[in-house]
């Protein structure tokens, strides 16, 4: 792996491939890294991060509507 630092930019533009899991596992290390040393980019690490989950979590809540579901399989199963 390079020894080099990322620049807080370089983090801010892979913070979400980051969050989603996208980046390799070189790029992964660097932005931990570069997380682990600087507390402004690991506050908004942090802060994309509870959002995301909040969304996730409020996505889950929703329900589709069984007549609605079966559609979409029926569809997906078409296809």
């Known amino acids: 792996m390079s020894e080099r630092m ?3 930019e370089e983090v801010l533009a892979f913070l979400m491939p980051y969050l989603d899991r996208e ?3 070189e790029e992964s290390a660097l ?3 570069h ?3 600087c507390g402004h980019c ?3 690490f942090s802060f994309e991060q509870s959002m995301l989950k909040l969304v996730k979590d409020k996505l889950n ?3 589709i509507p069984e ?3 079966s559609r979409i399989f029926s ?3 078409e296809a």
């Open 6 to 8: 990322l620049s807080c």
């Open 23 to 25: 980046l390799d596992s």
């Open 31 to 33: 932005v931990q890294h």
């Open 35 to 37: 997380l682990d040393a």
């Open 42 to 44: 690991a506050s908004l």
């Open 61 to 63: 809540e929703e329900s």
């Open 67 to 69: 007549d609605l579901r």
């Open 75 to 77: 569809s997906l199963n």
